[in-house]
């Protein structure tokens, strides 16, 4: 059943992963999806994966897809797209923050201070400044028409140490970032949440599981989850009459979807690990 027919979703870092998952998802309500990238043709990375393609598959599930390329590091490529939005479709309801810069030298077991700065800095800018600027500008859409959901993707890295001092940094502050966003936007008809996603099978983390020592093990890990299940979640969420009344919280995806009575795209109930992860540290209304 199309359940999101004539809503609008941005998802960024959709040319592959769980990008690329939480759009298809989406699509199999029966949204309109922009999906934003670098890659926008198949061939222009060393990983598969490319907006072209992802269009391809959400228009296959039965949603509508529209493919703009877009650099996180460019605040004026953020602002035009969400004026084509504005122009093309009169509307935003669901912004979906996902994207983050990975380089090579986030997976490292080396020192910070072994790392080059413009890697980490560039962890930071896409994972987190770029995120507040997408979010400022879906805010000044969704404010006016009283109505719209703003994701952004964390995990159990936002209080367990995983890879990298900023990669922890930057998760942390998302959960922080959509927290007092909740705050503000109480009222207004706009819900922000944070969600955490456990080990994905994205391309790029299967690849990291085959280099970095000692994780090859978790390859066939019954905890890890396909890149769609967050976007199931999300889509529940966007479906919810309570959303308002979880606005500014911090969310296992694992516990949401118990929630919601969802399993990952082959049936599967994915096990929420916060008693081994951590736990969040934000609550919806939160003011401490």
Not at 37 to 58: C, I, W, Y
Not at 244 to 259: C, F, P, V
Request: charged share 20%.
């Amino acid at each position: 059943m199309e359940t999101l027919k004539g809503r609008i979703a941005l998802v960024t870092g959709a040319s592959r992963g769980i990008g690329k998952g939480i759009a298809c998802a989406l699509a199999e309500q029966g949204a309109t999806v922009y999906v934003t990238a670098r890659t926008l043709r198949p061939g222009g990375n060393a990983l598969p994966g490319s907006l072209e393609e992802t269009v391809a598959e959400v228009n296959a599930r039965g949603g509508r897809g529209v493919a703009v390329a877009m650099d996180l590091r460019d605040d004026t490529a953020i602002a035009d797209v969400f004026e084509q939005i504005g122009r093309d479709e009169g509307r935003l309801d669901i912004l979906v923050n996902n994207a983050m810069s990975i380089p090579d030298s986030m997976t490292l077991r080396t020192g910070f201070w072994e790392k080059p700065l413009a890697d980490e800095w560039e962890i930071w800018d896409t994972g987190m400044r770029a995120a507040f600027v997408a979010a400022w500008h879906a805010a000044r859409i969704m404010v006016p028409q009283g109505s719209g959901l703003i994701v952004g993707l964390s995990g159990y890295v936002g209080v367990t140490y995983t890879y990298d001092v900023v990669f922890g940094t930057t998760k942390t502050a998302t959960d922080r970032m959509m927290r007092d966003m909740g705050h503000e936007l109480q009222g207004t008809g706009v819900s922000a949440v944070s969600l955490w996603q456990g080990f994905t099978y994205t391309e790029r983390a299967t690849q990291n599981l085959k280099s970095v020592p000692g994780m090859a093990n978790q390859l066939n890990s019954a905890v890890g989850s396909s890149p769609e299940f967050p976007g199931r979640v999300i889509a529940a969420l966007a479906r919810d009459p309570g959303l308002h009344g979880k606005s500014g919280g911090t969310y296992i995806n694992a516990e949401l979807a118990a929630e919601y009575g969802l399993t990952d795209r082959d049936g599967r109930t994915i096990p929420s690990l916060r008693e081994s992860r951590g736990a969040p540290l934000w609550a919806a209304g939160s003011t401490s």
